[in-house]
């Protein structure tokens, strides 16, 4: 009888200890769920909160600005609270407990830094920063970029104002205003096609601009008079070296030199051969 409850004893305390860590393991990842205990601090829950609102606002935001792209523009304020509020739940402790510890870094998939290097990752493709100008966290519009959407939406507006008309005479009218608005545009990059550092609403607002010009309205040939003038003047000015060779070659002078040379050398030849004679 002893040994029985003995065992029973055993086989209670057993269970007792495989049901703690069964608790202990279903607290962990359900840690909401935790029986009266906290396992976790509530701050870091409410920072995981509001970093969820801003990514969310954030990826809205991107995808009703993707086209035409103004993402950098309009986004920029979600942008910060997102980037903020992610750097607030890795650098917050609560009670000697990381949140950043508790959220990132502790499975494989690792969604929560996925997600934020994700994003960070098209904000940054897009050059966006180049837009602006930063100071403590705030981001105030770069004068160049005020001024490059000035003359967009002047060059947009001639086009449009006289699109009705016939196509030459909207190249004509607006040809100064794009001229002034694509100068621009290239003093902005080095290697003035703005692959390099110029954020991608200025990028994707002067494609969409070339691209109005010479596909849809043609205005490209205007240009091709000049085009031929140069091209013409170019060749004619290749040409003339050689004008003047086969003038010279066989016009001038130059052409009987062979046979005077030729003539030379045959008398004083024969002179040689007499004056030789003549002494011996």
């Not at 069964?22 to 829950?45: A, T």
């Not at 016009?251 to 030729?262: A, E, Q, R």
Request: hydrophobic share 40%; net charge positive.
């Amino acid at each position: 009888m002893l040994k029985l409850k003995l065992v029973v004893v055993f086989l209670s305390s057993l269970i007792n200890l495989l049901y703690a860590d069964l608790r202990y393991d279903f607290i962990k990842v359900h840690p909401y769920l935790n029986y009266g205990e906290e396992v976790y601090p509530k701050e870091c829950f409410a920072i995981l909160n509001s970093f969820s609102d801003s990514a969310s606002n954030f990826t809205f935001c991107s995808l009703i600005n993707a086209r035409p792209i103004r993402f950098c523009e309009n986004c920029v304020q979600h942008y910060v609270t997102f980037h903020d509020k992610f750097k607030e739940l890795q650098t917050t402790v609560v009670n000697g407990t990381s949140c950043g510890s508790i959220f990132m870094s502790q499975d494989r998939l690792n969604v929560i830094q996925q997600y934020h290097d994700s994003m960070l990752s098209v904000w940054t493709k897009g050059n966006c920063n180049d837009c602006f100008e930063w100071s403590n966290k705030t981001a105030t519009i770069r004068n160049s970029t005020t001024k490059f959407f000035k003359l967009f939406n002047a060059t947009m507006d001639c086009i449009l104002t006289n699109m009705d008309s016939d196509k030459h005479i909207v190249c004509e009218k607006c040809m100064q205003i794009y001229v002034q608005l694509d100068e621009f545009y290239k003093t902005l990059s080095k290697d003035k096609i703005g692959v390099d550092c110029v954020c991608m609403d200025i990028v994707d607002s002067m494609n969409t601009t070339r691209s109005i010009w010479s596909k849809t309205l043609n205005c490209c040939n205007l240009r091709r008079t000049p085009e031929v003038v140069f091209l013409l003047c170019t060749a004619l000015i290749a040409f003339l070296p050689i004008l003047f060779y086969l003038t010279v070659r066989f016009c001038g002078p130059i052409k009987d030199l062979p046979n005077v040379l030729k003539q030379s050398r045959f008398k004083q030849s024969i002179l040689r051969t007499i004056n030789s004679r003549r002494s011996s």
